[in-house]
C-alpha cells in the first residue's frame, strides 16, 4: 500500500480525525491521482448501492412455508409415544382411532409439502354467482425434498384450492388409489380433512383442498391445470 | 402433548420475528453471490433453513450478521459442490485507458448503468474484494460487522473495499465506453 492509498482508504473509511481529515481535503485539490481515486471509490460504491433491492414479491411466503414444512411434526411426538407399547397395542391404537396419524411419514416431500400448504389456504369470500377459478395471491416457488415447486391458491366454486406443479411426477402414496383401477396413473388420497388428486393427464400437477379427494376429482374439468 | 405443540408453535413463530426482517438483506448478500435471481432465492431459504435449525442454539446478539454469516457458510458449500463455471474476467490493461478523471464521466457512466451490467463487474472482482463489498455496500453492514464475519482486521476490509470500487469503477466506465463506441 503506498502512502497516499493508507492515508485515501483511512479518509474515506472515516478513521482520520478532524484535522487530519480537513489536511487530507486540501491535499485532494492538489493531487490528481488521489482526486481520480476519490472519485472511482465513489462511483464504485454508488453503482454497487443501486443494486440494493426489496426482496421479491412472495419470498416472504416461501420463506414462511419452508420453514412451516421443516417443523418436526406433532405425529411424530405421538409416534415416541405409541412405540413404548406392546406391537399388537400399537396396531389396533393405529385400527381403532382414525386420523391418529394424519400426517404419514412415508409420504413423498413434495406430496406432504402440498399436504401442509392445503392447511393454510389463504381464506376468501365465496362470490354468488362466480363460474370460473379465480386466483388468490401471487404464485409461490419453494423446494421440498429437492424438487422445485410451484404453488398457486385458486377459489373454485366456493372452495379454495391448491394447485402445485413440480419438476417430477408426484409418486402416488402408499394409501392412496388409482382414480381407475387398474389403469392409468391419476391418483387420489387423503389425508385427514385434505383430499389429493393427481390428474392423469398431468402427472407433475397435485392439487389438494379441504374436501374428499373423490369431490375433488369431480371438479377436474373446471380446474386452471397448467 | 399439546404443550409441546405449543412450544413449538412459539420457538418457529419467535424465529421468524426474530429472522423475517432481516429478509431484504439476506437477499442482497444471496444476489451479490449467485449468477440470477432464481439462485439467489434458493439461497435465501436453505439458508433460513439451516438458520431454523440453529436457532435453538441461537444466544441473541447481531441476528443479522448471524444470518449472514450462514448465508456465506450456505453459499460456500453450495459453490464447492457445483461444476465450476469460467469467470469472464474484464482486460484491466485495457480499462485503464478509460480513466474516469472527473465527475462528469462518472455521473454519464452512473445514469446509463444496466444492473446485470454491474452484477457482471462485481463477479469479476478478485473473491475477497468482492466479498467485502457485498457485505458493505450492497447488504450495508459495516466494515467493523464485515471485519468480524471474515475474521480480519477492519482495515483490511476498508482496503478491500476501496480497491474493488475502483475495479468497478473502471471495470463499468470502460463498459460504457465500449456501449457507446458500439
Not at chain 1, 462511483?43 to 448501492?49: F, T
Not at chain 1, 394424519?102 to 409420504?107: E, F, I, P, S, W
Not at chain 2, 451479490?32 to 444466544?59: C, I, K, P
Request: glycine share 8%; charged share 25%; hydrophobic share 45%.
Amino acid at each position: 500500500m503506498t502512502g497516499h492509498e493508507g492515508a485515501l482508504i483511512a479518509f474515506l473509511g472515516g478513521e482520520l480525525d478532524a484535522a487530519e481529515a480537513a489536511r487530507f481535503d486540501a491535499h485532494l485539490l492538489d493531487c490528481d491521482s488521489c482526486w481520480q481515486a476519490v472519485t472511482e471509490d465513489r462511483l464504485g460504491r454508488v453503482a454497487v448501492e443501486r443494486l440494493r433491492d426489496t426482496a421479491p414479491p412472495g419470498l416472504t411466503d416461501r420463506i414462511r412455508f419452508a420453514v412451516e414444512l421443516a417443523r418436526p411434526p406433532a405425529a411424530r411426538q405421538r409416534r415416541a409415544l405409541v412405540q413404548l407399547l406392546a406391537a399388537v397395542a400399537v396396531l389396533a391404537a393405529l385400527l381403532l382411532v382414525p386420523g391418529l396419524t394424519h400426517r404419514h411419514q412415508t409420504d413423498p416431500p413434495t406430496v406432504a409439502a402440498v399436504v401442509q400448504l392445503a392447511r393454510y389456504m389463504p381464506r376468501s369470500t365465496e362470490v354468488p354467482g362466480e363460474s370460473k377459478p379465480v386466483p388468490l395471491g401471487a404464485p409461490l416457488e419453494l423446494r421440498a425434498g429437492g424438487h422445485r415447486l410451484s404453488v398457486q391458491y385458486y377459489r373454485v366454486r366456493g372452495h379454495e384450492i391448491v394447485i402445485a406443479t413440480s419438476d417430477r411426477a408426484f409418486a402416488m402414496p402408499v394409501d392412496g388409489r388409482n382414480v381407475t383401477p387398474g389403469r392409468g396413473m391419476a391418483w387420489l388420497a387423503q389425508r385427514g380433512p385434505i383430499g389429493l388428486y393427481c390428474p392423469e393427464k398431468a402427472h407433475t400437477v397435485l392439487i389438494a383442498a379441504a374436501m374428499p379427494a373423490a369431490e375433488l376429482h369431480g371438479l377436474d374439468s373446471q380446474l386452471p391445470l397448467p | 402433548m399439546a404443550r409441546d405443540a405449543a412450544v413449538g408453535d412459539d420457538h418457529h413463530r419467535a424465529f421468524l420475528d426474530a429472522t423475517l426482517p432481516h429478509l431484504d438483506t439476506l437477499h442482497r448478500v444471496a444476489r451479490g453471490l449467485t449468477r440470477d435471481s432464481a439462485s439467489a432465492d434458493d439461497l435465501v431459504q436453505e439458508t433460513y433453513l439451516r438458520a431454523f435449525t440453529g436457532f435453538g442454539r441461537y444466544r441473541g446478539g447481531n441476528t443479522r450478521a448471524w444470518l449472514v454469516a450462514i448465508c456465506l457458510n450456505t453459499a460456500r458449500s453450495q459453490a464447492r459442490r457445483a461444476t465450476r463455471r469460467p469467470i469472464e474476467v474484464f482486460d484491466l490493461e485495457a480499462v485503464a485507458e478509460h480513466r474516469g478523471d472527473d465527475a462528469d464521466v462518472a455521473e454519464q457512466v452512473l445514469t446509463a448503468l444496466d444492473r446485470e451490467a454491474v452484477h457482471d463487474a462485481l463477479r469479476s472482482l478478485p473473491p475477497e474484494q468482492r466479498l467485502c463489498i457485498i457485505l458493505t455496500d450492497l447488504a450495508g453492514l459495516t466494515a467493523a460487522e464485515t471485519a468480524e464475519l471474515l475474521d480480519c482486521p477492519r482495515g483490511t476490509v476498508l482496503a478491500r473495499v476501496h480497491r474493488g470500487r475502483r475495479r468497478l469503477a473502471r471495470i463499468l466506465t470502460a463498459a460504457g465506453a465500449n456501449r457507446d463506441r458500439a
